[in-house]
C-alpha cells in the first residue's frame, strides 16, 4: 500500500434536486472547459450510470463514480485521486438534491458528504424559473441547513433579463459568489426517460447539443472565477493498493456492450485488467457471439425491455452464451445481463424468449423493484467469495424475476432482509450492482477463475 497526495483543482456541481439542471450545468462547464484545452476529467457521485456517460462523450475520456456507500470514504479518495492525478482540474457530478443520501435523518453517503471527504468547493445550481424573493429562501435554507463548501451558485433557467437582479439579490443576502446562468435552450435539450436521462447515445444531434452548452457556458458563466474556486479545493493523502496480476499470462474478459447493455462502472474494468483481464467487448443486440478465446464473460445491466424484439432473435449470441456457461466459463451477470440470462422477458402481455441458462422468468412493473443501496453477504461458497463475505450494492429496476436467487442476503440499512444472486458452479448473477471497489476480493477471485478457465493461473 502507497500513498499519494491530491492537489488537483476541483469543484463538486451540487443543487436543489434532481430537475435542477446538474447534469445540464456540468456538460456545459465540461464543454467550455474542453475548449479552453483545459485537461479535465469528470466524475459522478452515487452510483448512477447514465450521467457519465455524457461527460465521456463531452471529454472523450471515461468518467468515473465516487460512491461512499459503495466504496466507503477512504475508497472514494483513492478512486479520485487515481483519476484525477495531474489533470487540470476535476469536475464532480452530484446525485440527487445535495443533501439527500440515506433516509431523512442525516445527508450520509450524500454528494455533499463527499464534497466534504475530499475538501472538494461546491458550485450550487438552482432552477430560477417562475422565482422571485422564493429564490432567496430556497438558496438560504441549502446554504444554512448543514456544514458544507459551497462557494458559488449557478442559475439554471434564468433569463438573461432577469440575471443581474437576482446576482444582486443572492450576492447582497449571502456570502457566496453567483457565478453565471444558463437559460432555457430548447436544441439542447438532454431528454428524460423512466430510469432518468436518456444515454448518451440515444440522443440524436448530441454532440451539436453539447456544443451549444458549451458556448452558452463561455459566455454566460465566469469560467475564470469557477477555476479560481478549484484551485480552493484542500489537497489530501489517499490510499493506493499495490494490485498484482493473478497470473503469469493475460486472459480475455468478454463484456455485452450496446444499447441494451450499458451499465458498467469503468473502474471496475480497470480493477480487473490490472488483475491480469483484457477487456473486449461484444453486441448482443448485433447477434455477435461471445467472442472466440474469452475466459470470462460479463453482462452489464442496460435497458433490455426497451430492445426484446431484437435480443429475442439473438440466435447466435444466445447459443454462444449457452456453450459458454455449459464449458465452465465463468460469468457476471448484473440486472439486465440477469434478465437476459433468464428464459424470457415479459413486458405489456408479450413474452420474450432469453438467453435460457437460467430458470427464471423476468416481467416488467410499474414501480420500482427493491430500490436502494444494501449489503450482499454470501450464503455459500461461489466464484465470487467465500461464504460470509461481504460486499455492497445497489438495486434500479422496475422488473422482477421468479427465480432472484437465494445465495446471498441482502440488507438494507433499516435491517430489512432478502434473498438474491444466483452464485452456482460458474455463475454470479442477478439484479444488484455491485462495484468491484467495495471489496477487491470480489474481483480477484473472478479474474482467477477467469485465469483458471483459460490455463494461464
Not at 441547513?145 to 442559475?155: G, S
Not at 479560481?228 to 498484482?244: H, Q, S, T, V, Y
Not at 434478465?339 to 412493473?365: F, N, P, Q, R
Not at 422496475?398 to 444472486?421: H, L, P, Q, T, W
Request: one cysteine or more; proline letters at 4%; charged letters at 25%.
Amino acid at each position: 500500500m502507497s500513498r499519494r497526495i491530491l492537489n488537483t483543482p476541483r469543484i463538486l456541481i451540487t443543487g436543489t434536486g434532481s430537475g435542477c439542471g446538474k447534469t445540464t450545468v456540468t456538460c456545459a462547464l465540461l464543454q467550455a472547459l474542453k475548449e479552453r484545452k483545459k485537461n479535465v476529467c469528470a466524475f459522478k457521485c452515487g452510483p448512477d450510470y447514465i450521467d457519465p456517460m455524457f461527460h465521456s462523450r463531452v471529454i472523450g475520456i471515461p468518467s468515473r463514480n465516487l460512491d461512499i456507500f459503495l466504496c466507503g470514504k477512504e475508497g472514494v479518495k483513492t478512486l479520485l485521486a487515481e483519476n484525477a492525478g495531474g489533470r487540470d482540474i476535476a469536475v464532480i457530478e452530484g446525485a440527487m438534491g445535495m443533501y439527500d443520501g440515506i433516509g431523512f435523518d442525516s445527508d450520509e453517503y450524500s454528494a455533499n458528504r463527499t464534497a466534504l471527504a475530499t475538501g472538494t468547493p461546491e458550485i450550487f445550481v438552482v432552477n430560477a424559473k417562475g422565482k422571485g424573493a422564493s429564490l432567496l429562501a430556497e438558496v438560504s435554507g441549502y446554504l444554512g441547513f448543514m456544514k458544507n463548501t459551497v462557494k458559488a451558485v449557478i442559475l439554471n433557467g434564468c433569463s438573461e433579463g432577469m440575471y443581474p437582479t437576482y446576482k444582486k439579490a443572492v450576492e447582497r443576502n449571502f456570502d457566496v459568489k453567483v457565478l453565471g446562468f444558463l437559460p432555457r435552450l430548447s436544441e439542447a435539450g438532454l431528454e428524460s426517460r423512466h430510469l432518468g436521462l436518456i444515454t448518451a447515445g440515444e440522443i440524436e444531434g448530441l454532440e451539436r447539443k453539447l456544443k451549444i452548452l458549451g458556448e452558452q457556458a463561455e459566455k454566460t458563466v465566469d469560467i475564470e472565477e469557477l477555476l479560481d474556486i478549484a484551485g480552493l479545493a484542500e489537497p489530501f493523502e489517499a490510499e493506493i493498493p499495490e494490485i498484482e496480476p493473478v497470473s503469469d499470462g493475460k486472459f480475455t474478459v468478454a463484456a455485452a456492450f450496446d444499447k441494451a447493455f450499458c451499465f458498467y462502472y469503468e473502474d471496475n474494468f480497470d480493477l480487473l485488467k490490472r488483475l491480469g483481464a483484457e477487456i473486449e467487448f461484444f453486441s448482443p443486440l448485433k447477434d455477435e457471439p461471445v467472442p472466440e478465446g474469452a475466459k470470462g464473460l460479463i453482462l452489464g445491466g442496460g435497458y433490455p425491455e426497451e430492445h426484446l424484439e431484437e435480443l429475442s432473435r439473438t440466435e447466435r449470441t444466445r447459443s454462444s452464451i449457452e456453450r459458454a456457461v455449459k464449458s465452465g466459463m465463468p460469468v457476471w451477470a448484473e440486472c439486465g445481463g440477469f434478465m437476459y440470462l433468464g428464459k424470457s422477458i415479459e413486458k405489456d402481455g408479450m413474452e420474450y424468449l432469453m438467453a435460457g441458462v437460467l430458470d427464471g422468468k423476468a416481467k416488467m412493473t410499474e414501480r420500482l423493484v427493491r430500490f436502494g443501496y444494501k449489503t450482499l453477504t454470501a450464503r455459500r461458497d461461489n466464484i465470487m467469495c467465500k461464504e460470509g463475505q461481504s460486499i455492497k450494492c445497489h438495486e434500479f429496476h422496475y422488473s422482477d424475476s421468479s427465480e432472484n436467487g437465494e445465495d446471498f442476503d441482502a440488507v438494507r440499512k433499516s435491517g430489512m432482509k432478502s434473498r438474491c444472486i444466483v452464485a452456482k458452479d460458474n455463475i454470479f448473477a442477478g439484479y444488484p450492482h455491485i462495484h468491484l471497489w467495495s471489496n477487491p476480493e470480489f474481483a480477484v477471485r473472478f479474474a482467477r477463475a477467469c485465469a483458471a478457465y483459460g490455463g494461464v493461473l
